[in-house]
Nanobody, 121 residues
């Protein structure tokens, strides 16, 4: 059974930084990409960043490009999202996700319960 558990969220002032983490357990298929999306209640979810399997690289939403960095620690089965120069519009619940087509426009097969990030002006 796959479980994704996010942590590291919190409150920060605009311009600050946070790193959120996603601890993965269970078997995630080799061809699944992993990434992060965020959501504000009442709004559509927004894909933030993806990291592709087998050294396939990374991708970012235009809104976070240059500020956020996705990475993974394979030995610890952990996914990270380093968020720098945070803006109030980054305020959302951040979810870790995985799926075969998730990073190619499809729905994730798995996702966590999210971690809240609040950025004050």
């Amino acid at each position: 059974q796959v479980q994704l558990v996010e942590s590291g969220g919190g409150s920060v002032q605009a311009g600050g930084s946070l790193r959120v983490s996603c601890a993965a357990s269970g078997y995630i298929p080799w061809n699944y990409c992993m990434g992060w999306f965020r959501q504000v209640p009442g709004k559509e979810r927004e894909g933030v960043a993806c990291i592709y399997p087998n050294g396939g690289g990374t991708s970012y939403a235009d809104s976070v490009k240059g500020r956020f960095t996705i990475s993974r620690d394979n030995a610890r089965n952990t996914l990270y999202l380093q968020m720098n120069n945070l803006k109030p519009e980054d305020t959302a619940t951040y979810y870790c996700a995985a799926g075969a087509v998730y990073c190619r426009g499809g729905d994730p097969a798995y996702w966590g319960q999210g971690t809240q990030v609040t950025v004050s002006s």
